[in-house]
């Protein structure tokens, strides 16, 4: 297994359904997980879904500058960490963010996100 190529893949999944239908992004999550969204924490993969249905825009179109990633213990998990931009429709500027995941291995040979951090970064 090649961790930089499972965190990009899972990146450009993940933004790419965010930015289409943020509704199948439950499936990425588990009742365990927990979502820090500009630190407000939710927990459970319903609950993540709905916070992230619930944002004030309909559509938005993520741009990627920077993907790290870092082996996590030893059950096989991974850290990513990623910077870029949002750009919202109808607005003329883009928002920068960074967010980090933690995914862990799943028994069937894919990943979940266990934790998720997300955060705008203002200038």
Request: aromatic letters at 12%; hydrophobic letters at 40%; glycine letters at 10%.
């Amino acid at each position: 297994m090649d961790p930089d190529g499972v965190a990009r893949a899972f990146v450009e999944h993940y933004y790419r359904t965010f930015d289409g239908n943020r509704a199948a992004l439950g499936g990425l999550y588990q009742e365990g997980s927990m979502l820090t969204f500009e630190g407000d924490k939710i927990q459970g993969a319903q609950s993540i879904v709905a916070k992230l249905t619930s944002l004030p825009f309909q559509q938005c179109l993520h741009h990627i500058s920077t993907v790290d990633c870092q082996p996590s213990g030893p059950q096989g998990g991974m850290l990513v960490f990623v910077s870029g931009a949002i750009q919202l429709a109808g607005e003329n500027h883009q928002l920068k963010f960074s967010q980090m995941f933690h995914l862990m291995p799943t028994p069937q040979g894919s990943f979940y996100v266990l934790n998720d951090i997300f955060r705008l970064n203002y200038a």
